[in-house]
């Protein structure tokens, strides 16, 4: 699925591979980029997805729906002194647990970036859906596009940024994964 992320960023942290070529680059021409491209990745926090049956006591066999954050993988393109340009693809595993109501859920996410010292400059959310046609497991890519960094000039580089990921988190499920608690992504097998 294609997203458009149209944001005026400003500066992220990276750690990247200097002299990358990007998908994005060898797109547009084989020119080498110009500088490294910022790290893409989730936040280790928010990249899994628990929600719980309503009125749960929160037992495993009270989960409803689960997900993960599997794969991120960010491509970018330095054009002379214009602003950097990024696109991001997610790969989701999505689970219906036994206390699942629906045969689809909508799972809502982020994609933010943020300065090196961690100072969020923007952050727009997206939601991917999982259909549970073919048993509890589904699978999806999402294709976030049109990220655009603005840079004073051509010397500052992508190293400055970087471009995180994550799910939109009740607190609760955010405790929930700060315990360090696991689960199976098909949560109704035995």
Request: with cysteine; hydrophobic share 40%; glycine share 8%.
């Given at each position: 699925?294609?997203?458009?992320?149209?944001?005026?960023?400003?500066?992220?942290?990276?750690?990247?591979?200097?002299?990358?070529?990007?998908?994005?680059?060898?797109?547009?021409?084989?020119?080498?980029?110009?500088?490294?491209?910022?790290?893409?990745?989730?936040?280790?926090?928010?990249?899994?997805?628990?929600?719980?049956?309503?009125?749960?006591?929160g037992?495993?066999?009270?989960?409803?729906?689960?997900?993960?954050?599997?794969?991120?993988?960010?491509?970018?393109?330095?054009?002379?002194?214009?602003?950097?340009?990024?696109?991001?693809?997610?790969?989701?595993a999505?689970?219906?647990?036994?206390?699942?109501?629906?045969?689809e859920?909508?799972?809502?996410?982020?994609?933010?970036?943020?300065?090196?010292?961690?100072?969020?400059?923007?952050?727009?959310?997206?939601?991917?859906?999982?259909?549970?046609?073919?048993?509890?497991?589904?699978?999806?890519?999402?294709?976030?596009?049109?990220?655009?960094?603005?840079?004073?000039?051509?010397?500052?580089?992508?190293?400055?940024?970087?471009?995180?990921?994550?799910?939109?988190?009740?607190?609760e499920?955010?405790?929930?994964?700060?315990?360090?608690?696991?689960?199976?992504?098909?949560?109704?097998?035995?």
């Amino acid at each position: 699925m294609r997203k458009t992320f149209p944001l005026v960023l400003a500066l992220v942290a990276a750690l990247a591979l200097s002299g990358c070529v990007s998908r994005l680059a060898r797109q547009l021409d084989s020119t080498p980029n110009a500088g490294a491209c910022p790290v893409g990745g989730s936040i280790y926090e928010a990249s899994r997805y628990v929600k719980f049956a309503d009125g749960s006591d929160g037992t495993f066999r009270d989960i409803a729906y689960t997900g993960e954050i599997t794969d991120v993988r960010l491509y970018c393109r330095y054009i002379k002194d214009m602003p950097l340009e990024a696109e991001i693809e997610i790969d989701f595993a999505l689970g219906k647990g036994p206390r699942a109501t629906a045969s689809e859920h909508d799972y809502r996410y982020f994609v933010a970036v943020t300065r090196r010292n961690g100072k969020v400059l923007a952050k727009e959310y997206f939601n991917t859906r999982a259909e549970f046609r073919r048993g509890d497991i589904a699978s999806t890519t999402e294709l976030v596009n049109k990220i655009s960094i603005p840079r004073a000039d051509e010397s500052i580089s992508g190293v400055n940024f970087e471009i995180v990921v994550g799910f939109e988190l009740t607190p609760e499920q955010l405790e929930f994964n700060r315990s360090g608690q696991r689960f199976r992504l098909d949560a109704s097998a035995g």
